[in-house]
DNA sequence: GTGAAAGCGCTAACAA
DNA sequence: TTGTTAGCGCTTTCAC
């Protein structure tokens, strides 16, 4: 046998020396195998703590029959952003109580590092991925399905490949949330939002669209922008809407912060009361400025559940075809949306 | 040899196969080793994209030689604070540029949680952990210290344990807060914070005692709350609070989420331009609303590099005693904290 | 420059 | 119930 080295982790078989018994009882009393005679468990367990033992995790996984590490990969846009804070403390919790864990990663919309990350959580064998996807073409990943790997992706679908999907139902609220504003008699409503390339950004803008074209409202690009790569730009494009003659009298927001920044124009000019605003995303202070803020929210908690269920049934072997789900949002009316034209 | 399972991922065997050479050699291919025959690597490589062939990570760093499974764990509070996941996205990005990458777990301030999360992570065979410790005794990490693993403290310093810690300026912050509210006249100044024995919170308010003390302004109990499991009890302490004859003319609030329920307190109390308010940690909309709320707020970022550089530094085998970081913090005035008592 | 053999720490298979 | 042996996929050692 080896000599012991004292600077390095004790191993399994440190442990069968001390306890006097063969590393396969080691193995037996480390994963709780009821079979194991009592009085040796205890020899064991006190040679563990005596040698202050951990028994390497990735060391296990690989012999393992399924070869499963117990671990999964989510994907977000940016962990720092709220949506994605949420959601990954959200998939924390279902795994925990599966003895899974979570790793994560940030991809800011950035598709090659989409692609870097998935090669990263895969060279670490996660059992699963939960995937926000950046705008690319997801074929790349067919050839990875066959080694037996789910993907479940949420808030966007992937393109080009058929996988497991959880979404809001953007368009359907975005159309709510105009016919909202109509309701309040606006015609000229703004709209700001994402890159259409970007699949919620999309599906709002079309709900915007469809709520105008139902109400019989010709849609004026001037008060249309789409992609928001800075707060600057947001600014620019505000202050010269805010300049027109026949000025929006109310302003539809597809992204949290987008919401932020057109707030921030709002109050500038002081026009927070004038003019009407409706934003998609939560924000948590919503209530806290006056006029409060009307917005359309995402069941996070709920979009998480769904997407973590069907991850943990392909992990049990569900062989059904891939689902999609639109979960609902929710809309809070504090007074911004619930300006006159 | 073995035969070759469709189903299963391929292995270095199969790649070495198909390229008919050793897997030596694709491994050297692999971890781009320069003195293989370029003919070699061309034919390794189109074996490895005909397989579609993804190394196995964790049984790579079985055998290397240092162990390293080039990934560090990091602890926090909770991912869906603002504050950790702002953490989280720092250490995330430097550790990138290292090819590291990150695991975390929440601990929702729950020593048992802490030490649960560290044996997994340990399991894992993280290279270094990143913690932002509950309150407990750390002497149980002792032994741990020595199979080498690095750990920083980061947010509060760990109890009985010695070990590299970053942490804000916290007592002195404060108390220039306090004493900024004090030279806009104010001698009644509410404090509320969370439960002492956590360290920023202590912290918190020694600097706020210090700055009565040294303005020979009595501390009133009356005005003093610790401890903030909730958003009702913040909530019911603060309708005490504008009850009284003597109510305070300003308020500190030691921490972020408490400093949102005494800002919604205060505005449904219409008292948000009458008492003064200045707080602790950052708020993404503090210039939103009316007045703009004054805050101390922590660099995060350079909290982030500093812990980083100091882990990096040990993984690097820098073996100098402990080291305390204090980072200073930014005072940002927007006019809550300049209402005159 | 290349490869055969050993072994990392653990679990599986099977025998005792 | 317990132990022995093989082997997971890779890197290391060392001989060629």
Redesign the interface.
Same mark, same amino acid.
């Given at each position: 046998m080896k000599s012991t080295s004292s600077?390095?982790?004790p191993t399994i078989r440190e442990v069968a020396a001390l306890s006097d018994t063969s590393i396969k009882t080691v193995s037996r009393v480390i994963n709780g195998v009821s079979t194991v005679d009592p009085i040796l468990v205890k020899r064991v367990e006190s040679a563990i703590k005596k040698l202050?033992y951990?028994?390497?995790?990735? /060391?296990g #996984?690989?012999r393992r029959v399924n070869g499963r590490?117990n671990t999964i990969g989510i994907l977000l846009k940016?962990?720092?952003n709220?949506f994605?804070?949420?959601l990954?403390?959200a998939f924390?919790n279902l795994a925990r109580v599966q003895g899974i864990?979570?790793? /994560?990663? #940030?991809m800011d919309e950035q598709p090659e590092r989409e692609v870097e990350l998935i090669?990263?959580f895969?060279?670490?064998?996660v059992d699963g991925l939960i995937i926000v996807p950046t705008t690319i073409d997801h074929g790349y990943l067919k050839?990875?399905r066959?080694?037996?790997m789910p993907f479940v992706f949420i808030d966007r679908p992937p393109n080009n490949f058929i996988a497991d999907t959880v979404v809001a139902t953007n368009k359907k609220s975005a159309r709510q949330a105009t016919e909202h504003l109509i309701n309040f008699g606006h015609k000229r409503i703004a709209y700001l939002g994402d890159n259409q390339e970007i699949y919620t950004a999309e599906q709002r803008f079309g709900g915007y669209q469809e709520a105008l074209k139902a109400a019989g409202i010709k849609i004026d690009n001037r008060y249309i922008h789409h992609g928001v790569e800075n707060k600057e730009e947001i600014q620019k494009f505000t202050s010269e809407l805010f300049a027109l003659k026949d000025r929006p009298t109310a302003i539809f927001s597809s992204q949290n912060f987008v919401t932020?920044e057109v707030?921030?124009a709002l109050?500038q000019a002081k026009l927070e009361k004038t003019i009407a605003l409706v934003g998609f995303d939560d924000?948590?202070?919503a209530?806290?400025?006056?006029p409060g803020i009307t917005l359309v929210t995402q069941d996070i908690s709920k979009m998480a559940h769904v997407a973590a269920e069907l991850l943990f049934a392909r992990l049990a072997g569900k062989k059904t075809p891939a689902e999609l789900h639109e979960i609902e949002t929710i809309f809070t009316q504090r007074g911004s949306g619930e300006i006159k034209a």
């Open positions: 600077r390095a982790r202050n951990r028994p390497n995790a990735t /060391a #996984s690989l590490t940016d962990i720092a709220p994605s804070s949420a990954y403390r924390e864990d979570v790793i /994560a990663g #940030s090669a990263t895969i060279a670490r064998r050839t990875e066959k080694s037996g932020v707030l921030r109050r924000l948590d202070f209530d806290l400025v006056n």
